[in-house]
């Protein structure tokens, strides 16, 4: 994942922390080295103002020019450069202000540029910049994977209410076809028609607002659509729920189960027999809830409404929802078509 350090993304008081602890730390650690931890603390004085300009300097400016381009060489020149600058600052400040001798945990005098003090003083800065820039580009990415993950589940709550509203015009939709149908055959059911679609409107529209509701509620939601079917079919159709376990506690995504029921009477047999619908619903010990519904089923019948998007929209909002932690299988057996949809508790 590429990102950019962020300036602001450390609150300033972390800054000051880090760096009081880092310098208390090596003020403590040279001047037990020495045994003077006046020294120690004059030459690390001199020294920190020093480490916090480059440290800032390759976070700020040399990763972003140079790193976050992809170019290498550059930053290699550009670190090395600003290196050579500060060790020069940082010689003069501490043979002017701190001790003559410019390397006193030598086994002897050293002189100011000689090769050996060269390599012990960058790879000394090398370590404080390498340490700090560590920390800020690993609290950046945790700021950025943090900022994706939100961006990531603010898309998912999006696509998962869109996919919910979906739901809502194509079930009435069809219950309005329903209606135009009762009411082109004058038939005395469409009254009840208006008004069982008045209360499931007010429950779409008002009561299916939370990302979960009581499974009771769904249930009830289901049998007045089942009802509105059945003002329309009258007799052909049969239906039957059974419910096991206890389904009292139970809260489930609103409109999940709603796609299947439909399914039964678009694709079941009701122009010549009746359309046989049986429901399961299990609570298995709190952990798991299975959905089942059968019913009679003609593969040869061209009842078959366009626009559908129930299965798609009910599998896209599970692999939301549960990801692979759920299990929907279809078939046909002994002429009845069947869904088992198994989810989480």
């Not at 480059?54 to 990763?63: D, P, S, T």
């Not at 910049?129 to 589940?153: F, G, M």
């Not at 019948?301 to 299990?327: A, M, P, Q, W």
Request: net charge positive; hydrophobic share 45%; aromatic share 16%.
């Amino acid at each position: 994942m590429a990102f950019t350090p962020e300036k602001n993304n450390i609150p300033l008081k972390y800054h000051f922390l880090f760096w009081f602890c880092y310098f208390t730390f090596n003020v403590i650690r040279w001047g037990s080295y020495f045994e003077d931890y006046w020294y120690s603390f004059k030459s690390n004085l001199v020294e920190f103002p020093l480490h916090i300009l480059i440290v800032y300097f390759n976070i700020y400016y040399l990763i972003p020019k140079f790193i976050l381009s992809k170019k290498y060489k550059q930053y290699i020149l550009f670190l090395f450069l600003s290196l050579a600058i500060l060790y020069m600052i940082r010689i003069s400040l501490n043979y002017l202000l701190v001790t003559k001798n410019i390397w006193p945990e030598a086994a002897s005098n050293q002189q100011a540029y000689s090769f050996n003090y060269i390599i012990a003083v960058v790879l000394g800065e090398i370590y404080v910049i390498s340490l700090a820039t560590l920390i800020k580009l690993t609290v950046d990415w945790v700021s950025v994977r943090k900022r994706v993950e939100s961006l990531q589940e603010a898309q998912l709550i999006t696509e998962l209410k869109f996919l919910k509203a979906q739901i809502q015009p194509h079930f009435f939709f069809n219950t309005l076809n329903n209606l135009y149908a009762l009411t082109l055959e004058k038939s005395n059911n469409a009254p009840d028609v208006v008004l069982k679609l008045s209360e499931m409107m007010e429950y779409v529209l008002y009561g299916v607002k939370d990302s979960k509701i009581r499974l009771l509620n769904e249930i009830k939601y289901i049998q007045n659509y089942i009802d509105l079917e059945k003002l329309r079919y009258g007799d052909k159709v049969q239906v039957k729920i059974n419910l096991q376990g206890n389904i009292e506690n139970v809260f489930v995504p609103p409109l999940l189960f709603l796609p299947f029921i439909e399914n039964c009477f678009k694709h079941g047999t009701i122009d010549n027999t009746n359309l046989k619908i049986i429901i399961d619903l299990k609570n298995v010990e709190g952990k798991k809830l299975i959905f089942k519904v059968s019913n009679n089923y003609n593969q040869y019948s061209n009842n078959v409404r366009i626009h559908g998007i129930g299965n798609t929209n009910v599998r896209r909002r599970l692999e939301l929802l549960f990801k692979d932690n759920f299990s929907l299988e279809t078939k046909v057996k002994k002429e009845n078509y069947v869904v088992k949809l198994i989810i989480p508790l």
